[in-house]
C-alpha cells in the first residue's frame, strides 16, 4: 500500500544529471593519488544567474603565516563567500570565491608575503556523487588552477577537496563544483593556507556540503505536500476500490 501512495510523488523527483565542468577522479586502490582537474570557465556573471540560490553566506578570516626562519611574516585576511545554488536540472552546486589581502609584519629578504594557495575542503567529498570543476570568467581578478580529492598519500589525509589557488590578492573569480547531489547541509569545514612548508593557515570554518538526505528543516517543508498528495492516491485507491 505505501508503495501504491508514494510511488507517483517519489518518481517525479528523479532528475537527468548532466556534466558541467572538469571531472575530479577520487582516489582508488589501483590509482591512490589521483591527478589533478582543472577549472573549465563558463561565462556567467554570478552564480544567481546559474539557478537558484539556496543559501548563502560570507566568513571572515584571518590568519598568521611565516617561512625562511621567521625571515618573512606576514597576516593574511580576507573573507570567503559562498552560494549553493539549485541548477535546473535539479541538482545543487556548491559555488565560492575569495577576498584576501597581505599584511606583512617582517621581511628581512624583501620579497613580500605570500596569500591563499589552498582553498582545503574537509567533510566535503562523499563517493556516492560526481563533482565537476569550473569557474565563472570576469567575475574575479584571478581564476583557481586545479582542483583534487586527496589519496592517503597526502599530507592532510585521504578525502578532502584541495583547490589550488596562484598566490594572487584581491577576490578571485567564482568558483564551484557541480555535484548531482539533491540536497545539501552544512557539515563540510574549509581551511585556507598558503606557506605549504609550514602548515600554516586558518581556523577551520563551517561550509555547505552535498547530503543525501534533506536537513530536517527541508523535511519539513516537503512531509506536508507527501502527505497532501498520498492521501490524494489514496482516497483515489478506495474510490477504485469500492467501485
Not at 571531472?23 to 582508488?28: G, N, S
Not at 589521483?34 to 590568519?63: C, H, K, M, Q, W
Not at 589557488?165 to 598558503?194: K, P
Amino acid at each position: 500500500m505505501l508503495a501504491r501512495l508514494f510511488a507517483g510523488p517519489l518518481a517525479g523527483m528523479a532528475v537527468i544529471v548532466s556534466a558541467s565542468g572538469a571531472p575530479l577522479v577520487p582516489p582508488t586502490p589501483e590509482a591512490p593519488i589521483p591527478p589533478l582537474a582543472e577549472f573549465d570557465p563558463f561565462a556567467a556573471p554570478s552564480p544567481e544567474a546559474r539557478g537558484t540560490v539556496l543559501a548563502s553566506n560570507s566568513t571572515p578570516f584571518r590568519f598568521f603565516d611565516h617561512c625562511c626562519s621567521h625571515l618573512q611574516e606576514w597576516y593574511v585576511g580576507g573573507t570567503v563567500e559562498s552560494r549553493v545554488v539549485r541548477a535546473d536540472d535539479g541538482t545543487v552546486d556548491f559555488y565560492w570565491r575569495l577576498y584576501q589581502e597581505t599584511d606583512v609584519v617582517e621581511d628581512s629578504l624583501e620579497i613580500g608575503g605570500d596569500s591563499v594557495r589552498q582553498f582545503t575542503l574537509s567533510q566535503f567529498f562523499d563517493p556516492s556523487f560526481t563533482f565537476e570543476a569550473g569557474y565563472l570568467t570576469d567575475t574575479g581578478d584571478y581564476a583557481p588552477s586545479r582542483a583534487q580529492i586527496t589519496g592517503p598519500f597526502h599530507w592532510r589525509g585521504e578525502g578532502y577537496i584541495t583547490v589550488l589557488l596562484s598566490y594572487e590578492q584581491g577576490w578571485s573569480n567564482w568558483f564551484f563544483l557541480d555535484t548531482d547531489a539533491r540536497y545539501f547541509d552544512g557539515s563540510a569545514r574549509l581551511h585556507l593556507n598558503g606557506d605549504i612548508d609550514t602548515h600554516t593557515g586558518s581556523e577551520w570554518m563551517p561550509m555547505y556540503a552535498p547530503s543525501p538526505v534533506p536537513e530536517p528543516a527541508s523535511l519539513a517543508l516537503l512531509l506536508p505536500g507527501l502527505l497532501a498528495v498520498a492521501a490524494c492516491r489514496a482516497r483515489k485507491i478506495r474510490q477504485q476500490d469500492g467501485g
